[in-house]
């Protein structure tokens, strides 16, 4: 147990949602005022959690979204605190959670270096000495007296990152804040957390890029509603993760009811993959994605195959269509149950939510639909190389050039 930088024992996080009671216009803005018609539900963000993080491990953290992953790296952060339970953390700690955590928006970069080296103990010349090293890395040196709350979210992140990285705490909380920035400061960053980690740090890392972990991580933590499923070497716990989502992703999509079509081919499976091949729920802006099929044939064999997947903001607006027949991509015949991958390269997309519609026609007649068939969440990513993208779910992103 001396050799433990975080042991947590019976750890539980409980929040409390509202239900309004519904009625006319009149009822429910009276009960929303005086707050008698609350009903308080009590869920689980973490439930009973119990783990021995070993000093000098790197950890990743993986589950589907409201697993209970971010709520735990904000309970060792100390950022809230826990129903019950205990945590006991040997060490400094320093987080990297949302963009901009730590950070006091009036002040400028240098002054937030200062401060976030304070907050973890350091002594003002202890900062000053690595100051060169933690503006070099970020590359923010034209921009280091300005208040950071004129900085983009890449810039937030390049700073905040180089400060967490160079500040040298015993513990290194990271909670997705990568899938923010352009691709070279994304190795950049990799590579130092290996230096880092090298240097006989704790990290614990949350991510939906299972490249970056399985790279990364010697450990894993598979979170599922607030409870941890596995807790292992980090290629089997991504096994596990990737097994049981691709297993509760089939069953969902075949045992839909809410279809419509003749039958003929129906859709039995349909998942997300990364460039690695890894299942994974959110898809960044300009990443490679591949969306992976299984269709079943209901007689011997079914003609002139067309597949339209269809993707809606959270306005009802239609953002882009991907169909086989109109990128020359025919299926001529289909027999029995056949797995089919439809791959974009660089996903056009921008941040926000999106639902995605089936559709699988044979012969021109429609033989299967489904309607929301899936939500997916896309995160900031790197599709024009600068970290900078449009206001979120504000336009089609495509390639161009300017002279």
């Known amino acids: 147990m001396s050799d433990a930088a975080i042991v947590i024992e019976g750890l539980s996080k409980t929040y409390q949602r509202g239900k309004v009671r519904r009625g006319d216009l009149r009822t ?19 439930n009973d959690i119990n783990l021995t993080i070993q000093q000098g491990d790197v950890v990743g953290i993986v589950g589907p979204n409201g697993a209970g992953k971010s709520t735990l790296l904000k309970l060792l952060s100390r950022i809230t605190f826990p129903t019950k339970g205990r945590m006991t953390i040997h060490g400094t700690l320093s987080s990297m959670l949302e963009v901009g955590t730590g950070f006091h928006p009036e002040l400028t970069g240098r002054e937030n270096i200062y401060l976030n080296g304070a ?24 921009f280091l007296d300005t208040p950071v709350k004129h900085y983009s979210s890449g810039m937030y992140v390049r700073l905040a990152f180089s400060v967490a990285s160079h500040l040298e705490p015993d ?10 920035g352009d691709q070279e400061f994304r190795k950049k960053c990799m590579s130092r957390l290996l230096d880092v980690s090298g240097q006989g740090r704790t990290i614990i890392m949350v991510s939906h890029q299972m490249s970056y972990l399985k790279d990364l991580c010697h450990t894993g933590v598979y979170l599922h509603a607030g409870s941890v499923m596995y807790h292992g070497t980090m290629d089997d716990t991504i096994n596990h993760y990737v097994n049981h989502y691709s297993e509760t992703k089939r069953i969902a999509v075949g045992d839909r009811e809410d279809r419509r079509g003749s039958g003929l081919v129906r859709l039995t499976s349909f998942e997300i993959l990364d460039k690695n091949n890894y299942p994974i729920h959110n898809i960044a802006a300009g990443e490679a994605v591949t969306f992976r099929m299984q269709l079943g044939a209901s007689g011997s064999m079914a003609f002139n195959v067309v597949i339209q997947l269809e993707f809606y903001d959270m306005y009802g607006q239609l953002c882009f269509v991907a169909n086989n027949s109109i990128s020359d991509h025919a299926i001529p015949k289909l027999e029995g149950q056949e797995t089919i991958t439809c791959h974009v390269p660089k996903f056009p997309l921008n941040t926000g939510l999106y639902f995605i519609n089936a559709s699988i026609y044979v012969s021109n007649q429609l033989s299967d639909e489904i309607l929301n068939l899936m939500e997916i969440d896309v995160d900031p990513g790197t599709f024009y190389n600068t970290g900078l993208l449009p206001p979120a779910h504000k336009g089609f992103l495509a390639e161009y050039s300017w002279k």
């Open 28 to 46: 429910s803005l009276s009960s929303w005022w005086s707050g008698l018609g609350k009903e308080k539900e009590e869920f689980y963000a973490l």
């Open 119 to 142: 907050i973890i103990g350091m002594r003002r010349d202890e900062v000053s000495r690595k100051l060169e090293s933690i503006v070099s890395f970020s590359g923010l040196e034209a």
């Open 171 to 180: 513990i290194l909380l990271i909670d997705e804040v990568l899938a923010v």
